[in-house]
Each structure stands twice: as structure tokens, then as C-alpha cells.
């Protein structure tokens, strides 16, 4: 059976990833595709409660850098490298570029050990595609505020730390450019869900022709 794809989705928080996730589930699932939307932090019981630690008690960086580990540790055994085995596409709402934004660029993490956890946790396993939401920092504050909802322990960080979160995203693109995808997030949904749909193309397409859907060794890493 061909093993499945992992693509992931990143953004700043207030990016508007989450609801293209949903479509684009609804879109690989039109084209005969067996498809597994999942999370980070979360996507198993375990990871969920995690998640709920994460977002609401105060912690400090190293504390909330391997909480993220442990949940990940999880839902990598659990559930991201069954699904894949059996042919699935996984659509996770964010990953390891999540950790390297938030935790190093935004928290000052240190990234080689960043980089080290990563590899003992999940190996060489990395997204064959991954989708960035790109919106300047201050728009996206607007859009969290406009939402209404209570914000959580990173959504309440200042707009100066989502500079830095952003800053990196865009960093890991350039170094990643055959596997990240910069969507411009700041246009209108059905601009940014055409921009989806083509990217979504281009990985079918490839994947459908047998060629290797991510760059060349140890790109992006
Ligand atoms: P979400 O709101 O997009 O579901 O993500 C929850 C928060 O978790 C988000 O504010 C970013 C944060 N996060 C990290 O800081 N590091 C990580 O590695 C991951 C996966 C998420």
C-alpha cells in the first residue's frame, strides 16, 4: 500500500489556518483520498490534556518546550505514523516549524537543542508539504481581537513576540522553498483557499506521478 503524506499548517496565531484546514480535508477527500485531520499540541487523549496545560498555566520556555515534546512524542507513535503506514493523508494543524517559530524565535529556546529533541522524538519524519499562513503580525492581532474569544497563554504574548514567530516561519520557507508554501493569508478566504487548492494540486500531482514531493537531503531542517 503507498504510504500516505503528512501536510502540515503554520501561521501565526490569528493566521486563519484552521478553517482552510477544514477545506482542505474536504478537498483531498473529492479527489478519492483517504484523509486524518489531527492537531498540535494534541490529537490524542493524552496530547489533548497536554494541550490544555499548555494554553492556560503559566510556565516557563524549557517547561513548555518539552510539554510540546511529550504531546508530540505521542501523537507521532500514536497517531501520525499509523495513519501514515496505512495510506493516509494527515493534515496537521501545525508541527516541528511551530517549535522552532514559537519556541526558539519567539521564546529564545536554544535551536540545536530544539533540533535534537526533534530528531529523538520523530526521526527524520518531516511534512511533505507544508502551508504557511502568512499575515503581518498586527492584522492578525486585529482578527484575534475581532473574534470575540478568550485568548489563550499565546495569544496573550505582546505583538513583538509574533514578529519574531513570523520572522522565522518566513526564514524556514526560504530555506525550505520545495516544501513550505507561503499562502498569502492577508487576502480575502476565497483568494487564500484558490492559493490552498493550487498547492494541493501540485502535491497530488507529483505524488500521482511518483516523485519525491519534498526537497533534496535535509532540506529545512
Ligand atoms: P493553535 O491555536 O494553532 O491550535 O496552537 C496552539 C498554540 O500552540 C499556538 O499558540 C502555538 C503553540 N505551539 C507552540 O508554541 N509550539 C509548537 O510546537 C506547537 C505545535 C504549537
Redesign the pocket.
Known amino acids: 500500500m503507498a504510504h500516505g503524506k503528512l501536510i502540515s499548517f503554520e501561521g501565526i ?1 490569528g493566521a486563519g ?2 478553517t482552510q484546514l477544514d477545506h482542505a480535508a474536504r478537498c483531498l477527500a473529492a479527489r478519492g483520498l483517504r484523509t486524518r485531520v489531527t ?4 490529537g490524542t487523549p493524552l496530547a489533548e490534556q497536554l ?1 490544555a496545560l ?2 492556560a498555566e503559566p510556565m516557563d520556555a524549557i517547561t ?1 518546550t518539552l510539554l ?1 515534546f511529550a ?2 512524542r505521542d501523537h507521532v507513535e500514536r497517531v501520525i505514523r499509523p495513519a501514515l503506514a496505512a495510506g493516509e493523508w494527515v493534515l496537521c ?4 516549524d ?2 522552532l ?3 526558539g524565535a ?1 521564546r529564545g529556546v536554544a535551536e540545536d537543542w530544539l533540533r535534537g529533541l526533534q530528531a529523538q522524538i520523530a526521526g527524520d519524519l518531516e511534512p511533505d508539504l507544508t502551508l504557511l499562513f502568512d499575515v503581518p503580525e498586527a492584522l492578525a492581532a486585529a482578527r484575534l481581537r475581532h473574534s470575540g474569544a478568550a485568548a ?4 496573550r504574548e505582546p505583538e513583538t513576540f509574533f514578529g519574531r514567530v513570523r520572522s522565522m516561519y518566513l526564514a524556514r520557507a526560504r530555506a525550505a522553498q520545495t516544501r513550505v508554501c507561503v499562502i498569502d493569508a492577508r487576502a480575502p478566504a476565497e483568494q487564500v483557499t484558490s492559493q490552498v487548492e493550487a498547492a494541493l494540486t501540485r502535491l497530488t500531482e507529483r505524488s500521482a506521478a511518483g516523485r519525491p514531493v519534498s526537497g533534496g537531503p535535509g532540506e529545512g531542517r
Do not use: H, I
Not at 39 to 42: L, N, Y
Open positions: 496565531d489556518k484552521s492537531r498540535e499540541p494534541g494541550r499548555l494554553l513548555e510540546l504531546a508530540r494543524d501545525r508541527f516541528f511551530a517549535t517559530a514559537y519556541q519567539g489563550d497563554r499565546f495569544e
